[in-house]
């Protein structure tokens, strides 16, 4: 891990950094040109393949009535990014990047009920808090 002299994470390991955002775009892009992940990550995790490309549609393709009221997809965030890619990978796998699977899994069944994108995530956090695991990284 790189530090700076300031203490903090420098470059595209800052997942605050202007890097770390363009890196996080780059790769939602290749996510969506993929075409077995979902399989790989299925056989690393022993979940069904087909929930995660629920997951999948949910995080990368769908457009969602998003907090401020405009459609869109969900912006794309580095944590998320490198979850899904130790998922695929199936190396370090970190509980974090169950728990997402688990999140995303749950919020896509709330919005399918009717739940706004905001309501659907709260409800989701209340089984399976993937915000609190990335409290220290």
């Keep these: 891990m790189m530090v700076s002299v300031f203490g903090g994470m420098a470059g595209a390991l800052n997942p605050n950094s202007p890097e770390a955002e363009e890196h996080a775009a780059r790769y939602y892009g290749l996510v969506r040109s993929m075409k077995t992940d979902c399989a790989r990550i299925a056989a690393n995790t022993g979940f069904r393949e087909k929930n995660i490309w629920r997951v999948k549609d949910h995080i990368f393709y769908e457009e969602h009535e998003l907090y401020d009221g405009e459609v869109g997809r969900f912006e794309s965030s580095y944590y998320m990014a490198r979850s899904w890619q130790r998922l695929i990978e199936g ?7 169950i728990i997402l699977l688990n999140h995303e899994f749950l ?16 409800k989701a956090e209340t089984f399976y808090n993937y915000s609190i695991t990335l409290k220290g990284g």
């Design 107 to 122: 919020e896509s069944m709330f919005m399918a009920e009717g739940l706004s994108a905001f309501s659907a995530h709260r």
């Design 91 to 97: 190396k370090s796998i970190e509980e974090r990047d």
